[in-house]
């Protein structure tokens, strides 16, 4: 398993029967996660006294229960801030295990000795373009959200990062790629994090299951005659690393001098020493 160790301002304290125990910052969260079906000791105190804790709703949803929690604070990763707020549907804005593969990208960009154009699709807040950025690259950031982008930008700002090596882009991920190839651009990267369901500023509707492959397909085209790396992220439990393999296979393992390796990405777990399984990622890696 792939695990985040590098955190300092992030600590996953506990998990136990379906929530985690989490330090964002100087706030404690206790969070819904249905792969917690273990039942732990819960004797660190912090259970009781998070600053903020998410309540699912058995109709679906939830809500923020907000005990000493601000409406936006931030945190560091590296020389990376990133801007927090208790979301929709239990997030923060961040997924912390995601700079497991932040570095990983990083290394490739800086060993690369070349200007890097990286894309990446459903971005979100931007950590993985903000650590792409960082690293030396330009990146062209597309997901559909206008607010999400708006997000992502506030982020690269705190971080005191270059405007010019941005590209914003609020459009349907798939339409957007169609447009690309029309247009004969190509990208040295891409990195794709797709939601298991979703909807596109037009209405769009994606379901992963039934859209994966054939985006992958579709993005394939997008790679310059002399990639660096693609790397496929997913958090449906049907999509398990042997999936990603078997598809990057048979995508782009035709390629010469093509590595494809997937695994289950994590986080350290303090109380235990375990590491909790968030996702899985699949890495292509081109030479």
């Known amino acids: 398993m ?20 989490e330090q964002w910052g100087k706030y404690v969260l206790v969070r819904p996660d249905p792969q917690v079906i273990w039942k732990g000791s819960r004797e660190d105190a912090r ?5 903020g804790k998410y309540h699912r709703s058995s109709k ?14 931030s945190i560091k990763y590296e020389d990376l801030t990133f801007k927090l707020k208790p979301f929709s549907f239990k997030h923060t804005g961040l997924f912390p295990e995601q700079a497991v593969n932040w570095k990983w990208m990083q290394d490739k960009i800086r060993s690369s000795n070349k200007k890097v154009r990286v894309l990446n699709l459903f971005a979100y807040t931007g950590g993985a373009t903000l650590a792409c950025v960082a690293a030396g690259a330009h990146v062209t950031h597309v997901d559909a959200s206008k607010g999400i982008v708006g997000w992502a930008k506030e982020n690269a700002k705190a971080s005191g990062l270059d405007e010019t090596l941005f590209r914003w882009i609020v459009d349907d991920c798939k339409k957007f790629a169609e447009r690309e190839i029309r247009r004969g651009n190509t990208y040295d990267a891409i990195i794709m994090d797709p939601p298991s369901y979703g ?23 997008l790679l310059s005659d002399k990639p660096l790396f693609l790397l496929l992220n997913s958090y449906t439990t049907g999509l398990q690393a042997s999936v990603l393999t078997y598809m990057l296979n048979l995508v782009l393992g035709k390629e010469k001098k093509t590595r494809i390796v997937s695994d289950e990405i994590g986080l350290p777990v303090m109380n235990t020493g375990l590491i909790l399984p968030c996702g899985a990622s699949g890495r292509v890696e081109f030479s």
């Open 47 to 51: 259970w009781k006294r998070p600053d």
């Open 2 to 21: 792939w695990s985040a160790q590098n955190w300092e301002d992030y600590r996953l304290i506990d998990a136990s029967d379906g929530e985690r125990l």
């Open 199 to 221: 909807r596109g500023p037009k209405g769009e509707i994606w379901k992963l299951e039934e859209a994966i492959y054939p985006f992958l397909e579709l993005t394939s085209k």
């Open 60 to 73: 679906g949803g939830g809500d923020w229960e907000i005990k000493n929690l601000p409406e936006e604070w």
